[in-house]
């Protein structure tokens, strides 16, 4: 009996140590080559949507301590500043900057931003901010919340600002998610969705999609454009979401085991960044600082591509 509890014993520890090393290294993902994070990016300019907290945030401040110029895009003013401070003050530097609110559950908040934008170069669009499975509702705009938040606030920024980016041949990276694989049929001119509670999950999943289909078409048009799913992080994306958010905030340091670091969430967007367009494909969806893996077939469709591209510039009425 002794014997026996000594190896459940050990066995116990093994699996411990076990978990304690590869689950940790599995959690973390892959990390960006560090050399890459030595590269002065002094002259470049990126834009981040959400760079005030989390995998936005630390985006930011690793393109700023490179030498790049970043505007920090974001609605809460105060939060905003306050992230461009503290990137300021981590950096012994001033390039990051706020330069007016966005708000991306409207369209003329976009609109009004991009203006603030005016001509400047942009080499590196990051659509970053977003919402994930909140309780069904539509913007003033009359669109379903994580679709226009998510996709189509994004898809305007982005054509607003198109020739900022082509003046530099710069790039648009847009934050998806694995979550993309709930959605398995979408009807894109459908501009809401059920209010079923399963379908905040496929109508989150519907704008990650949108997100990929967005940056391959935006390749197919001549834009250096990846998409890319950042991990499971311990981000404020859950807020909305009462049940994940109440569970990660309770049990933090469990959760912890199981979540990236907002720096291990942004290395696959940094490796977007970074990576040489000649090695790495052009329009790829990306994970942990590679090419991602998908099991959704409307990743590969072209019909679907080209109509979420059609309806949305119809939405945007541009």
């Not at 934008?117 to 669009?125: K, S, T």
Request: overall charge neutral; aromatic content about 10%.
């Amino acid at each position: 009996m002794a014997k026996a509890m000594l190896v459940v014993t050990l066995l116990a520890v093994v699996l411990a140590v076990w978990l304690g090393v590869y689950q940790k290294k599995w959690k973390a993902g892959g990390a960006v080559n560090p050399e890459w994070l030595q590269r002065s990016l002094k002259g470049k300019t990126a834009l981040i949507t959400g760079a005030n907290s989390g995998i936005g945030y630390e985006t930011a401040l690793q393109l700023v301590k490179q030498g790049a110029s970043v505007i920090v895009a974001s609605r809460d003013i105060k939060r905003a500043t306050d992230a461009v401070d503290a990137i300021n003050k981590l950096t012994n530097t001033n390039l990051a900057e706020f330069i007016h609110p966005l708000d991306l559950s409207s369209l003329k908040s976009v609109r009004e931003f991009a203006k603030k934008v005016g001509d400047r170069p942009i080499d590196y669009l990051i659509n970053n901010a977003g919402v994930m499975i909140p309780e069904w509702s539509t913007t003033e705009d009359g669109f379903e919340i994580q679709y226009q938040t998510n996709h189509l606030s994004h898809f305007l920024l982005t054509k607003l600002l198109l020739e900022n980016v082509k003046k530099v041949n710069g790039r648009v990276i847009n934050v998806s998610s694995v979550g993309h694989n709930f959605c398995r049929s979408v009807d894109w001119t459908d501009v809401k969705g059920s209010q079923s509670d399963w379908m905040k999950f496929v109508l989150y999943g519907r704008s990650k999609l949108a997100n990929i289909l967005f940056s391959k078409e935006l390749a197919e048009r001549g834009i250096i454009s990846y998409s890319l799913h950042p991990g499971g992080v311990s981000t404020e994306l859950g807020r909305h979401s009462a049940g994940y958010y109440q569970f990660t905030k309770t049990y933090e340091q469990f959760a912890l085991m199981f979540f990236k670091t907002p720096w291990e969430g942004a290395q696959t967007t940094l490796y977007a960044v970074l990576c040489d367009e000649k090695q790495v494909p052009n329009g790829s969806y990306l994970a942990d600082c590679d090419i991602g893996s998908t099991f959704n077939p409307l990743v590969s469709d072209k019909e679907s591509q080209h109509k979420l591209w059609e309806t949305s510039e119809e939405f945007i009425k541009l």
